[in-house]
Nanobody
């Protein structure tokens, strides 16, 4: 049994920053990859960022590249998403997810390839 819980969401002005956290609990799932996805009202869930266990492989969605940074602290079983230069279009519910190995770029950038999901945290960016 593995649980993921996001935190750090909230309301921020355009141009500001937020840092989201995703803490894992329960049984160990090995050298898992961690990903972030988001879903705005009336929109399909989209890929935001992903990171491998070692941090050697990192991927970003085109809409957030250059503004967001994904990282992880394996000792704490926690992943982070630092969001900078936020725009109103970033408003969405942000979800974290984890996938057991093996995995590559195709798996960690595709939502249906993940094994575990958190409940999401709301991020609202005002204009």
């Amino acid at each position: 049994q593995v649980q993921l819980e996001e935190s750090g969401g909230g309301l921020v002005q355009a141009g500001g920053s937020l840092r989201l956290s995703c803490a894992a609990s329960g049984r160990l799932i090995g050298a898992f990859a961690m990903g972030w996805f988001r879903q705005a009202p009336g929109k399909e869930r989209e890929f935001v960022a992903a990171i491998s266990w070692t941090g050697d492989n990192i991927y970003y969605g085109n809409s957030v590249k250059g503004r967001f940074i994904i990282s992880r602290d394996n000792a704490k079983l926690t992943a982070y998403l630092q969001m900078n230069s936020l725009k109103p279009d970033d408003t969405a519910v942000y979800y974290c997810a984890a996938r057991r190995p093996p995995y590559g770029k195709a798996e960690v950038t595709t939502q249906n390839e993940y094994d575990y999901w958190g409940q999401g945290t709301q991020v609202t960016v005002s204009s």
